[in-house]
């Protein structure tokens, strides 16, 4: 094999998007066949150069046995995510899948068991983790020179959505098919680079404003706390109702600061650790004072690309993926964590144990089962701009 040759399971808005990245002149990667029994969906594929060579299946099944594929993208709703990637597993196929893993925590642990039984490769499309400031912080973090974390922040509100968005599908925003909103859709990139780099908190009380600023039944609006092992403290802000939003992602360490937002990381050295200051300094008032300077890498962010590209070169050359599979665990269940504190009233512990959990997803299933049958509006989506 000297290319990986992809199939794709879903031609909605990301499907297609992928679908043109991987048509779009990849060494390691080419797209061969998609499964879809959509006719309009198939005839936005067949409109992207290279397109019309691409096999169309109508179910996955008949894909994997087409012999036609070497590897699966998953890129539909939700709720088939881990039906869909078991299924690809059972069939002998690696697996890259978009965000979520899945939508509750039973289920994607299911899903690693089959991704470990089965001993092919498993991804997931945690694309914002090619952006070279996040691996720098994540970097410096790792490294220990900037001491322990004495608190982090995170605000992802630039993430404004438009009624007419969720209105473009008839499973957005429900608990019925979407499992969630703002937790489950926009942030999830966000959850999971603040626990890559900052490490898992230990517990989490959150509050999720359902439907605050759209027409919708799922979280739009989420504010949440939560608290280290070492006894730093974080918060976290989501929402797809604010303008102009904010996107920043904060960390405070004993000895300085990282700050990335606007597209730039800067580093705040203190010239005395901030522990050493406090015990040693005499003259009550006072800051050992700091030295700022922009430490922006200006290397390529290859975003989906890059996860493909990685991937393909996972089975080529047994080279490490951007994100695997399994670490998708970790963002749900901040998300899972998040909603139930919310619903519940209280603080939750993490990492999330089998009685949380279990609760968690019969609350889900009781606002499913609640969730009115939705029709989707005639809107064509750029999903470009969501990139």
Not at 311 to 340: C, H, I, K, T, Y
């Amino acid at each position: 094999m000297k290319t990986v040759r992809f199939g794709i399971v879903g031609l909605g808005s990301m499907g297609v998007g992928h679908a043109k990245t991987l048509l779009g002149g990849m060494a390691e990667a080419t797209l061969t066949a998609v499964a879809s029994a959509n006719p309009a969906r198939v005839e936005k594929l067949r409109a992207i150069p290279g397109g019309e060579s691409v096999r169309v299946f109508k179910t996955p099944a008949q894909m994997y046995a087409s012999g036609e594929i070497d590897a699966v993208l998953i890129a539909s709703p939700h709720r088939a995510h881990v039906a869909q990637a078991i299924e690809a597993f059972e069939a002998g196929m690696p697996v890259l899948l978009e965000k979520p893993i899945g939508v509750f925590g039973r289920e994607a642990r299911a899903l690693i068991r089959a991704a470990e039984a089965s001993g092919l490769a498993f991804g997931v499309m945690f694309n914002q983790r090619t952006n070279p400031a996040y691996r720098k912080m994540k970097e410096l973090v790792d490294s220990g020179e900037l001491g322990q974390i004495r608190r982090t922040s995170v605000i992802v509100t630039d993430c404004l959505r438009a009624q007419s968005y969720y209105d473009a599908g008839a499973w957005r925003a429900t608990w019925r098919d979407d499992g969630g909103g703002v937790l489950l859709n926009q942030a999830p990139h966000n959850l999971d680079l603040w626990q890559w780099i900052c490490g898992m908190p230990v517990r989490v009380r959150a509050f999720c404003g359902l439907g605050r600023w759209h027409d919708i039944e799922v979280e739009d609006d989420v504010t949440a706390y939560v608290e280290y092992a070492n006894g730093a403290t974080g918060t976290f802000v989501a929402c797809t109702g604010e303008t102009p939003g904010t996107n920043r992602f904060e960390i405070s360490l004993d000895g300085g600061r990282l700050v990335y937002e606007g597209g730039r990381l800067t580093l705040s050295r203190s010239a005395v650790p901030a522990g050493r200051f406090i015990r040693e300094y005499a003259d009550g008032f006072g800051t050992p004072g700091f030295t700022a300077q922009d430490i922006t890498p200006e290397d390529e962010n290859p975003m989906h690309a890059g996860v493909l590209r990685a991937f393909a070169r996972r089975l080529l050359f047994g080279e490490p993926m951007v994100a695997d599979g399994r670490e998708g665990l970790q963002s749900l269940m901040l998300a899972n964590g998040m909603l139930l504190s919310s619903w519940t009233d209280r603080t939750i512990a993490l990492p999330t144990d089998e009685a949380d959990e279990a609760e968690y997803e019969a609350m889900l299933a009781a606002r499913a089962q609640r969730s009115p049958k939705k029709t989707a509006r005639a809107i064509e989506l750029d999903v470009s701009k969501s990139f």
